[in-house]
């Protein structure tokens, strides 16, 4: 993990736990580690590569790795977010921002990435689609610098196979989510991938999904939308049992 030395001191603080530093440049924020540098990362998609990337998820990924409808997925997941107004929300896998064309923007929204650069234009995006209460990180998923129970809903749109372990991110999420809080994902699964094509990452079936959100402590809600490879659900986060 590449880290920097510092140049922007701007020392912030918002939902962030006890004891982590972090330090905003531009708009985006990044964690400190203890020798005072910088984190951050090396994306699967470069930096510089990163203005590709809406391209490539609209003439590759969509119709030739998923064989899926991108109209269809924001409608799938706008009607998921139907009545989500006022809430905290969390992003894992922001990517160049593809919630703005679902997510309502009187919500909080805090993003993050391992890609600075794609979080970037999430930056520009969100700002043009009329989103006021906003903060982007540059940290991993597998890692999350948040304080617990700091959001309602939890995003992970079409990244969780890339963050390896499920059952971690799960225990992860469910930490920084309030009891009740949603996590709401969509990803592709090996059973619907009627292309039979080479999906990067971990994959999981349905079923073992569901098997991952009851030993997590998530109600799992199907989503009972077809639209390619791509599988929707809810994990709601239960109560724990004293
Ligand atoms: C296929 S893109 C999906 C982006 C966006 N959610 C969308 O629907 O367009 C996957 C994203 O996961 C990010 N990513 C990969 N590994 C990560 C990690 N460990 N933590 C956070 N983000 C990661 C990538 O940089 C990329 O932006």
Known sequence: ???MTLDKKEVFMSELRKGVQAVKKGDLSYLVNDRQRMIRFQPWLGDSLSIFYDLIMARSLFPRKFG?????????LA???????????LE???GSGSAVHFLKPNNRYVGTDISGGLLRQAVKRFRQAGFEDTEFYVVSANDLPFERASFDLCLCILSLNFFGDTEKI???VKQVLATGGTFLCSIPVPERNRLQSRIRGTLHSEMEYKQICREAGFRYEPILRENGALLYFK???QETRK
């Open 79 to 89: 009607q998921a977010c139907v009545g989500v107004h006022g809430k905290r929300v």
């Open 1 to 3: 993990m590449p880290a």
């Open 68 to 76: 899926s409808d991108m109209v269809l997925h924001y409608r799938i």
């Open 92 to 94: 894992l896998g922001t």
């Open 235 to 237: 994990a709601v986060k």
């Open 170 to 172: 799960f225990q992860g």
